[in-house]
């Protein structure tokens, strides 16, 4: 049915609950998971190239610990998971990874959380669901 599911993951209990259900979709499937991860691009006022650079390494530490959060999740529920992390607007990126590595489910969390990297679902949630080419299960 789902060979091949992508979660949207930002740490949020949301996306916890969204990464629990796929576990329970790729176990049943027999499929391949990932775990997808969004860093916004940073800053968003004038800033040296220094500035850019460490604010950049920075959301890719933060977003490198919580994909590693969701590999040992998705381990204790006996399931494999391979992680990306990609830049861009939350939506947006979500939609061209799907589309550009061939996922038949996209899984998310009804609402994430903001922080210093960016917005995550919510109304990523919203975009995905009315943009995407492949199934999309909202998990509340």
Do not use: N
């Amino acid at each position: 049915m789902f060979d091949k599911i992508m979660v949207a993951y930002d740490g949020s209990p949301g996306a916890k609950r969204a990464l629990e259900k796929a576990c329970e979709l790729t176990q049943a499937t027999g499929g391949q998971l990932w775990a997808v991860a969004v860093l916004e691009h940073l800053p968003k006022y004038a800033a040296s190239v220094g500035e850019i650079e460490e604010a950049t390494m920075q959301g890719q530490a933060y977003l490198r610990g919580l994909l590693s959060q969701a590999q040992e999740l998705a381990r204790a529920r006996g399931v494999g998971l391979q992680v990306d992390q990609v830049a861009g607007q939350p939506a947006q990126a979500l939609l061209r990874y799907a589309q550009s590595h061939g996922f038949q489910l996209i899984v998310l969390g009804h609402s994430g959380h903001s922080h210093i990297w960016g917005t995550f679902l919510g109304s990523t949630a919203d975009k995905v669901v009315r943009h995407a080419e492949c199934s999309v299960l909202v998990v509340r």
